[in-house]
């Protein structure tokens, strides 16, 4: 890929919009001077899933054209927690907490972004000058917003609605977020659609303390047809670091409508191949299930190895194809001879309550050695090595 078109790829490939313009930033390219661009991470949570994926490869093609990439772990902002999206309050965590969760966040990132070599990026915290803020330094950095521009927040407005609380820390989040930018000297800020209010107060901040520009660039988010978001609560969402078994047989569950905006913000297949992917899925051409083993494959081989995706490949058709069991299987030790069968979907994990393991047996969705249970009161004889199938996907193994 020469230059022209990765600058194209950098500029267009899943990119929802760019503040003030695309023509700004293409300018602002062409000057030899390297841009300072950066994306933060709130470590909310021990990893990173695939909705990262989108402005962290965004950040990778800007790397690539020699660009200064800076990773923000919001190790400050994350004790705060942003309430993008939020109908409820976010749980406060600890400083504790978010250093436990950011821990492997640089190993995870760098699987596709370059910490070392002629144009390395950097990592740092925003703990590191927040906080160094005195009680004045915040009602100042205050003063550049109005409570108007706060509220009119569409989480704001519904939670006024339903009569929820907003909490004046909330307010604070875009505000110390913003202020990330100032001190960094940041050129470009990328981050998923979902954060462009955050973005554009950074935007605010360095032009009314710098008088100058700071430029956004948002990214598409992995919404299906309707618009919604794939998130974790939908046990959609995968984690980067998850075994290559489950993000293949993850992805392989996800509806037909998120094959195109996966391929296109997910991986590196080149732009013309996935319309040629699209065309043909849309005529009938290619079947729906083989374009989506097509990105399945891929991110597990970006998340692992091609070897590794290979074989999840395999293991996937042979287990939801053909029936059989997988090769790796979670064991789990039973002492007594005779275990009610609903109480040993309990014990394994494979139901979370006893009405979730009801009606999965009733609706038949329950096989022990492959024989349909659907008697939920059944006592099921406990012997070496029986395996209990819950639908699709979920294997226990007694031993």
Request: hydrophobic residues 35%.
């Amino acid at each position: 890929m020469n230059k022209k078109e990765k600058t194209e790829q950098a500029i267009t490939r899943c990119v929802n919009k760019i503040y003030p313009s695309l023509g700004g930033l293409e300018k602002r390219m062409k000057q030899k001077k390297k841009m300072r661009i950066y994306c933060g991470y709130d470590p909310t949570g021990p990893t990173l899933h695939l909705g990262h994926l989108f402005p962290t490869l965004k950040l990778a093609d800007f790397q690539a054209l020699g660009h200064q990439i800076i990773i923000l772990i919001g190790d400050f902002t994350g004790m705060i927690g942003d309430p993008t999206d939020k109908n409820e309050t976010r749980k406060k965590l600890t400083r504790k907490e978010v250093l436990s969760n950011s821990k492997n966040y640089k190993k995870l990132i760098s699987k596709w972004i370059d910490f070392s070599g002629p144009n390395p990026a950097k990592i740092v915290y925003n703990s590191k000058w927040n906080d160094k803020l005195s009680f004045s330094d915040i009602i100042e950095l205050a003063s550049n917003f109005t409570v108007q521009q706060m509220i009119v927040r569409d989480m704001f407005q519904k939670r006024i609605k339903r009569k929820k609380p907003i909490y004046l820390h909330e307010f604070l989040y875009p505000l110390v977020q913003g202020y990330d930018s100032v001190v960094m000297d940041v050129d470009l800020e990328v981050g998923g659609n979902d954060q462009l209010f955050n973005m554009l107060c950074g935007r605010d901040l360095v032009k009314a303390l710098k008088n100058r520009e700071k430029f956004v660039l948002t990214t598409k988010l992995l919404t299906d047809s309707s618009g919604k978001k794939i998130g974790k609560t939908q046990g959609k969402m995968v984690a980067i670091d998850a075994s290559p078994e489950t993000i293949y047989g993850t992805i392989m569950s996800w509806s037909d409508d998120l094959i195109i905006p996966g391929l296109i913000g997910s991986t590196r297949i080149d732009i013309k191949e996935i319309r040629r992917i699209e065309k043909d899925m849309k005529s009938g051409k290619l079947n729906p299930i083989k374009a989506k083993a097509v990105l399945a494959k891929e991110i597990t081989a970006m998340c692992h190895n091609l070897q590794k995706a290979d074989k999840a490949e395999k293991e996937f058709f042979n287990v939801f194809q053909k029936g059989e069991i997988p090769t790796k299987i979670k064991e789990f030790k039973i002492k007594k001879d005779n275990f009610l069968l609903i109480d040993i979907l309990i014990k394994t994990g494979l139901c979370s309550s006893k009405s979730e393991g009801r009606r999965a047996i009733l609706q038949g969705g329950v096989r022990v050695d492959g024989e349909v249970k659907k008697d939920w009161k059944e006592k099921i004889r406990v012997k070496e090595g029986i395996v209990i199938r819950l639908g699709k996907r979920k294997f226990a193994k007694i031993i």
